[in-house]
């Protein structure tokens, strides 16, 4: 009874090593960084490192356009891929639901993408969208001019249904564990009034799940605002006039390619802070309802 | 009724205060021990520079330079077996900068490094990972014999030389000969000197052939412009460097002439807006690239020859100046054994080595006097002995800080203006000019 | 779920079994979108000569065969790097499993003061972005600890997966309180009650948790790209994401090239999941995951 209380301590302390050594250490280090001019030097190398207080978040908020400009790149993302990401999910978890025949090979052909490296996945996405690829053969003169990933519009859009693709296995897993819980007299309530699949699935199903829409809308924002490895393997730095350009992919071509780690890490916290204030707004607004 | 829970709760609350007091404190000791050992570790000491014994350097990953780099290791280890180098070629990476700069944060940089680029020097310097010749004795003079005045071009603004002037690839046009024939163009004296006959041969080639005339990246990587804009724009400014004195160059007259010269051809559609997906030359997709003497052990299936990169009027090819695309050796301040380092970078380029060097690979030593000392390789290598003539005219990447910065700036407003379109040339240089000025002064972005 | 039977012969059955119908071919041609990339990846590592015509697609097997591994073999040894991607991912596994096992059992089953406050700090994981976090922990590594070209240095920031943890503490959240309090009666101590009562009922949620983690370490390039610099060392993620962006351009089919990598990296992850699926997915719906 009482070798409860400290063994929970033991037992979680491993865990919060973890953390304090892998999480709040680079944290504090970054947030500390995004104060000053900070580059990193060579071990024993006397730099000046001059204190620029809130002069990085100044110019970066201010008067950095690439910024702004990959701002605008995220939310056409996530315009894209959140509400086609509830939307599929929910619908493939109901059919999923239904007992049809072959459930086991659908479920296994919807997760697939999840399980497989963003590199394997971006390289045949490249090889099927680019000028000569497969997709523009079968479009023929319908085909984008200029091309998929270097045309302004459907580049990040390109993307964000490769990520979207890739995703939904994991979402569509969320909602078939919701399903589970819907009262089942609900539907047996609906087939009496004579509704038909799609009444039921109206007016019992996606009521039901709201709460995990609520988590699906708030996760695939997350996820989606720290955007960078399908940007950074498909089209390597934003594409034309960077059109896919993430705003962690900035944060990472700052901080390692221009080694200008002091802006780099403004970029980083600046973003943490937007992606938890989204993130709260969504559960305020969604909660609401 | 309190539940037995919370009864237990409160009886073991003290204990349980102390041991979680206990956890906490433990932790925060953890992570200042943590935060402690990263920030310790010396760097090399003076010592270093007189220090001789054993040492590291990394070669690039071309190819032939992989096998010069092996055989010269190869004669000094068998001179010098106490001061034996081990050599490998350099980790790969989206770009050697970036490779570079985590080595020399990591403070495991090699010794040397046999493929700096001079644009990546004033970061490397501002790091702390280099050595200067200076701290050398005789280092500096070495250099200038061996170069010559153009050696100024390196010297960093603190007024120390942090790198050696090793080699270059004086940037050229090559031209297939066979499809220049085919489009109906003189594969012996092609009319690419003026921007007018350049632009007429590229018409002709794309409405002939069906394809691109010459195909530059439409990458937006900070070096792209080195093969672009910057050989034309040196060749028009007759040598003038993209910032020079804190002062743009390129964003009034001649260079945006220069500037709206590419861009008619790309609203001509003569050049795709996509970067090829294979070697667009070698694949005979382009008729001409824009390349250094490398050129030469590639391209080995082809029938082709070189001429200066075009000019707006004209000028007689030996007033013509052009992009070096210059790679050179750094001392990096890991180094433990400095002096060796020293000895062993004299060693490597060395007449003699400079010569097995240029007999391997084709590039060109920046050694003053190329093509005297060398002549009978030219002789036996026209190819190679055009690119010889120009390499006695190149212009350098302008030493400044923020110098990678700058070059992104500037690749972002031609990509923007020339490749695309989106905005006019002199709008979009303008602008750029303006973000480069404050760039060099050293004010972060 | 069981619908209420209603035969297929009157007006509500006939929509019902029409929407069944129209559903089933709507779930089938999902199905051939999802999987048609994967079959596309194969036919694309397995042809010489790319091939982007639509025929292309559906080549005879005599065409195919292995010269793109080949290719791309010469310049990433692939065994080597596989071999590195299982060292890499089977530490953060293991990690995860008793790091991560330990700390969802205080998570959930036992009481002590700054529970939610660290369960709070777990979400929190998630929200941060990795390259945020990627700077100082190259220089605490690298430069701190002097784990460059190791494998330690590669797992130690993966070591424990919060998801995994937030599997566990759903998991066992859900295990009857009598069970475990009897043993404790008996005088059995937590660790023994963990690992000889609640472990042997867990293998689902273990299952899970080493599927989930191991997608993480086996698709990591970043990372163990910038802590690695001798090629021998690499994980297969990073070669091949290394041969992508640098070398593919100066090989004669890039995309074949690329794309047997790419089969070589997707398939141990495939073939894994497609065993180990039935515990997935039943576990996943058993465990809800609400915040």
Redesign the interface.
């Known amino acids: 009874m009482r070798s409860a209380r400290y063994i929970g301590y033991l037992f979680i302390l491993p865990y919060l090593t973890f953390l304090g050594l892998f999480l709040a250490f680079p944290l504090g280090f970054a947030v500390w960084m995004s104060f000053y001019d900070y580059f990193f030097a060579a071990p024993g190398a006397q730099v000046e490192r001059p204190f620029v207080g809130l002069g990085n978040y100044h110019d970066l908020l201010l008067r950095d356009e690439t910024f702004r400009t990959t701002l605008g790149n995220i939310f056409v993302f996530i315009a894209v891929n959140v509400p086609l990401t509830v939307a599929l999910a929910l619908v493939l978890a109901a059919a999923l639901n239904a007992r049809l025949p072959g459930q086991m090979f659908f479920r296994t052909s919807y997760y697939l993408p999840y399980v497989t490296a963003s590199v394997a996945v971006v390289a045949v996405w490249g090889y099927l969208f680019f000028s000569e690829g497969l997709v523009n053969h079968i479009l023929g003169n319908l085909a984008p001019h200029p091309s998929w990933l270097v045309n302004e519009f459907w580049a990040m859009i390109v993307i964000a249904l490769l990520v979207t693709w890739k995703q939904l296995g994991y979402y569509v897993l969320l909602y078939l564990a919701a399903l589970q819980s819907i009262p089942r007299h609900l539907y047996e309530a609906a087939d009496v009034d004579g509704a038909g699949a799609l009444g039921k699935f109206w007016n019992v199903t996606v009521p039901g799940l709201r709460p995990v829409t609520m988590l699906v809308v708030i996760l695939s924002t997350i996820i989606g605002a720290n955007l960078f490895t399908e940007p950074y393997l498909l089209t390597n730095g934003g594409g034309p006039v960077n059109q896919t350009l993430s705003p962690i992919l900035y944060m990472y071509q700052i901080g390692i390619e221009q080694a200008d780690a002091g802006y780099a890490a403004a970029i980083g916290v600046t973003m943490a802070i937007v992606v938890l204030a989204i993130a709260a707004a969504q559960r305020f607004v969604l909660e609401r309802e | 009724m309190p539940h037995p829970e919370d009864l237990r709760q409160c009886e073991s609350n003290q204990k349980g205060d102390w041991v979680m007091k206990r956890t906490y404190l433990l932790l925060i000791c953890l992570a200042i021990a943590a935060v402690l050992s990263a920030c310790g570790g010396g760097g090399g000491s003076s010592d270093a520079v007189t220090a001789t014994g054993p040492i590291k350097i990394w070669y690039s990953d071309n190819a032939q330079e992989i096998t010069w780099g092996k055989a010269t290791v190869k004669a000094w280890n068998q001179d010098h077996p106490k001061e034996k180098v081990t050599g490998q070629e350099i980790p790969a990476g989206e770009t050697s900068e970036a490779v570079i700069q985590a080595a020399i944060t990591a403070g495991n940089a090699p010794c040397l490094v046999w493929n700096v680029a001079p644009a990546a020097v004033p970061q490397f310097q501002r790091a702390g990972g280099l050595v200067p010749l200076d701290s050398f004795e005789g280092g500096v003079k070495y250099a200038r014999e061996r170069t010559g005045d153009r050696v100024d071009q390196y010297f960093s603004p603190d007024g120390k030389l942090y790198q050696l002037p090793w080699k270059s690839n004086p940037v050229m046009i090559i031209y297939n000969k066979k499809l220049f024939e085919e489009a109906g163009l003189d594969p012996e004296n092609p009319e690419l000197a003026t921007y007018d006959e350049f632009r007429q041969s590229a018409e002709t080639l794309n409405s002939e052939l069906g394809i691109a005339p010459i195909w530059p990246s439409a990458d937006q990587t900070f070096f792209q412009a080195w093969f672009d804009y910057y050989p034309t724009f040196i060749a028009a400014t007759g040598g003038d460097q993209l910032v020079e004195n804190g002062k743009a160059q390129f964003d009034s007259g001649t260079g945006l002439d220069v500037g709206e010269f590419w861009r008619s051809m790309y609203e001509a559609g003569l050049i795709p807006q996509e970067s090829p997906q294979v070697d667009a030359f070698a694949e005979e997709k382009s008729a001409m690239n824009i390349a250094g003497p490398w050129a030469v052990a590639v391209y080995t299936d082809l029938d082709w020859d070189v001429v200066p990169v075009p000019t707006p009027d004209g000028k007689s090819p030996e007033d013509i100046y052009t992009f070096s695309d210059a790679k050179n050796v750094s001392i990096f301040s890991a180094c433990k054994n400095q002096k060796t380092a020293f000895e062993y970078m004299k060693f490597a380029t060395s007449e003699e080595n400079d010569r097995k060097f240029l007999e391997m690979t084709g590039q060109m030593p920046l050694r003053e006097g190329l093509e005297e000392e060398y002549a009978d390789f030219f002789e036996e290598n026209p190819l190679y002995a055009k690119f010889a003539e120009q390499a006695s005219r190149t212009v350098e990447v302008p030493n400044v800080e923020n110098s990678v910065q700058m070059w992104q700036r500037f690749r972002n407003a031609y990509s923007e203006s020339v490749i695309f379109g989106k905005e006019p040339v002199d709008k979009a240089f303008a602008a750029a000019a303006k973000d480069i000025e404050e760039l060099v002064k050293g004010h972060g972005r | 779920?069981?619908?209420?039977a209603k035969s297929p012969a009157t007006p509500?059955g006939r929509?019902?079994a029409f929407?069944?119908v129209a559903?089933?071919l709507?779930?089938c041609f999902?199905?051939f979108l999802?999987?048609f990339?994967?079959y596309?990846?194969v036919v694309?590592a397995l042809q010489a000569e790319?091939d982007?015509?639509?025929s292309?697609?559906f080549p005879p097997p005599g065409e195919l065969s292995l010269t793109n591994f080949h290719t791309i073999n010469e310049r990433v040894p692939l065994l080597r790097a596989l071999f590195n991607s299982v060292v890499y991912t089977g530490g953060v596994i293991l990690g995860t499993l008793?790091?991560?096992i330990?700390?969802g059992?205080?998570?959930s089953r036992?009481?002590?003061?700054?529970?939610s406050l660290?369960l709070n700090?777990?979400l929190?994981?998630?929200?941060?972005?990795f390259?945020?976090?990627?700077?100082?922990?190259?220089?605490?590594i690298?430069?701190?600890?002097g784990l460059?070209d190791s494998y330690l240095g590669m797992i130690?920031?993966f070591?424990?997966n919060s998801t995994a943890?937030f599997i566990f503490r759903q998991f066992f959240m859900q295990l009857p309180e009598d069970m475990l309090d009897a043993a404790?009666i008996d005088g059995a101590?937590?660790?023994r009650i963990l690992t000889q009562i609640v472990l042997p009922l867990s293998k689902p949620a273990i299952l899970t948790a080493a599927?989930i983690t191991?997608?993480g370490p086996?698709?990591e390039?970043l990372w163990p790209?910038?802590v690695?610099?001798?090629?021998e060392m690499q994980p297969l993620?990073v070669a091949?994401?290394?041969y992508?962006?640098?070398?593919a351009?100066?090989t004669a089919n890039?995309?074949g090239a690329?794309?047997a990598?790419?089969?070589v990296?997707?398939v141990p992850?495939?073939v894994?999941?497609?065993i180990f699926?039935?515990y997935f997915?039943e576990s996943?719906?058993?465990?809800?995951?609400?915040?």
């Open positions: 779920m069981t619908t209420v509500a929509r019902r929407g069944s559903g089933f709507a779930l999902g199905a999802f999987v990339p994967f596309y990846m694309g790319p982007v015509s639509i292309g697609a008793i790091i991560g330990l700390a059992y205080a998570l036992l009481r002590w003061r700054g529970r660290v700090l777990v929190l994981t998630l929200i941060i972005p390259q945020l976090l990627m700077i100082p922990m190259y220089v605490l690298v430069r701190g600890w460059a130690l920031p070591l424990v943890v404790r101590s937590e660790l599927l191991f997608i086996w698709n390039f790209f910038l690695t610099k001798k090629a993620a091949l994401a290394n992508i962006s640098s070398v351009a100066s890039p995309f690329i794309l990598g790419a089969v990296l997707a992850a495939v894994l999941f497609v699926q039935r997915v996943e719906t058993s465990t809800s995951l609400k915040e």
